[in-house]
């Protein structure tokens, strides 16, 4: 149980267009998920926290308006990447809290990741 | 003032030998978790093990182990009868206050390289 899946597992785009991942939590209904970006060798950075049916909740320094989030369903939750610039490129991903319902509280489960790079 | 505090340099354990990862903590809270993920060269965050403050025990499973001592804040990650597999980058992370809070604190990571 508690699995997480992310689509696409890697993308490539072109300076300027926009670019979706998917987060789903396929066994587990999730009222919070979360958005990470990983430089190499580097530690998670916590981008946002995305609630089911409200606004997400960016970190300091995240650009709302350049990481939109939707999380339209207590199953999906999606990062758009806008405008997306080389600085852009990085290794994405995304979590499911587990409620309290079964495993230890609040463990986050990850999804896979998204490898982007911006040409 | 980091959270987690992973200071170890990159390790390299025989297999089938035991390994033990460290990890310190910061936090003023009475109430929070403990938290170690496993991060292959594929990129997912395997969660591994959870100890929760008030855990009198320390948590097992199976080949992994937590030495948790609340006076020093420390939950150390042990790994028992290291396997090829077990080649990964391990995080330790942290839930500040009560269940709810959703938010972890992650370390920089431990790298481990097991060799036959």
């Known amino acids: 149980g508690a699995v997480v899946s992310q689509h696409p597992s890697w993308v490539i785009c072109k300076s300027g267009t926009s670019v979706k991942i998917e987060c789903r939590s396929l066994d587990f209904q999730a009222t919070t998920m979360f958005w990470y970006r990983q430089f190499p060798k580097q530690s998670l950075m916590l981008m946002a926290t995305?609630?089911?049916?409200?606004?997400?909740?960016?970190e300091q320094g995240v650009e709302k308006d350049k990481f939109l989030i939707n999380h339209a369903s207590l199953t999906l939750s999606t990062l758009t990447v806008t405008s997306a610039h080389p600085e852009d490129s990085s290794f994405y991903i995304c979590?499911?809290?587990?409620?309290?319902?079964?495993?230890?509280?609040?463990?986050?489960?990850f999804g896979p990741g998204t490898r982007l790079t911006v040409l | 003032a980091q959270k987690i505090t992973q200071t170890q340099p990159g390790m390299f354990v025989q297999e089938k030998e035991a390994v033990t990862l460290d990890c310190t903590y910061d936090t003023s809270d009475q109430s929070y978790g403990l938290f170690w993920y496993k991060q292959p060269s594929s990129g997912e965050m395997i969660f591994l093990i959870y100890q929760g403050s008030y855990d009198e025990q320390n948590a097992t499973e199976g080949r992994y182990s937590l030495n948790f001592q609340k006076a020093r804040k420390s939950a150390n990650l042990v790994i028992s009868a290291s396997q090829l597999g077990d080649s990964a980058m391990y995080f330790c992370a942290m839930r500040e206050g009560y269940y709810g809070n959703n938010r972890l604190a992650f370390g920089k990571g431990n790298q481990v390289v097991v060799i036959p």
């Open positions: 979590s499911a809290r587990l409620g309290l319902a079964g495993g230890p509280p609040d463990t986050q489960y």
């Open positions: 995305s609630n089911e049916g409200s606004k997400a909740t960016y």
